[in-house]
Structures are given as structure tokens and as C-alpha cells.
């Protein structure tokens, strides 16, 4: 059943984790300390809009929200905030380096079509 956008359930414990790669980890880090931030976090949020529906975004910021989950691996931090973690539940957030380019791009298992970019899906 799909759920609108508005009435998004935050995603309750267990439902689902949201992982990050080792090779998102490694990228974060490495823009992190390009910048010579250490607090820096990167942001995934789900928005309306795409060409599929929804779209991801990501973001670096310093400040964690009171209702985001934190996913850590290799010391850095991937935040999400808990109506985006309901459409991303089961995800990876991974970095991925190909022909097209290099991006950050989210492996959702409820995602059931995604634009050519990946970063456009569908729930319906």
C-alpha cells in the first residue's frame, strides 16, 4: 500500500534499518576533511518532486535535528530525518564512481521504479 507524502509514518525501531556504505563512509570522510570539519554530517532527506514522484537530497551539515536518526560507520555520521526514513527504510546510502559520473545515490528495496539520474523514485 502506498503512503502519501504528507501522512508519512516515522519509521518506528527496527523496521527497517538504514545503512551506509563503507564506500559512502570513506567519501563523507574525505570531503569532511577537505574541509577541515569534523562535525560536518551529511543529510539525506526524501521531497516530493523528480521525475518519478520523490527525490532525494543530500546535504553536509553540522547540526543534528532532535528527531534524526544518525547512521555511523568508520566515524562518520549520515543524518535522516524520520518522514524520510519511512520511505527509506531497508536502504543503503551508498557512493558510487562510474562512466556517467560519481554521486551519492540511496539502494531502496521499496523503491519500485527510479529515474535514470537515481535520484528520482517511486513508491507506486
Known amino acids: ?4 507524502f504528507d501522512t508519512a509514518e516515522p519509521l518506528a525501531a527496527g523496521e527497517g ?3 551506509l556504505s563503507v564506500s559512502a563512509a570513506r567519501r563523507i ?3 569532511i ?3 577541515a570539519d569534523s562535525g560536518t554530517m551529511l543529510r539525506v532527506t526524501v521531497s516530493g518532486g ?3 514522484g520523490f527525490q532525494y537530497g543530500f546535504a553536509f551539515e553540522t547540526e543534528q535535528g532532535p528527531d534524526d536518526i544518525a547512521i555511523e560507520r568508520e566515524g562518520v555520521v549520515a ?4 518522514v524520510s526514513a519511512g520511505y527509506m527504510a531497508g536502504s543503503e546510502i551508498d557512493y558510487v564512481e562510474d562512466l ?4 551519492f545515490q540511496v539502494r531502496n528495496p521499496n523503491a519500485v521504479s527510479a529515474c535514470g539520474c537515481g535520484t ?3 513508491l507506486v
Request: charged letters at 20%; glycine letters at 8%; proline letters at 0%.
Open 29 to 31: 570522510a574525505m570531503l
Open 1 to 4: 500500500m502506498a503512503r502519501s
Open 33 to 35: 576533511a577537505e574541509e
Open 120 to 122: 528520482s523514485f517511486s
Open 17 to 19: 534499518d538504514i545503512t
Open 100 to 103: 556517467i559520473g560519481a554521486a
Open 79 to 82: 543524518l535522516v530525518d524520520r
Open 50 to 52: 523528480g521525475c518519478s
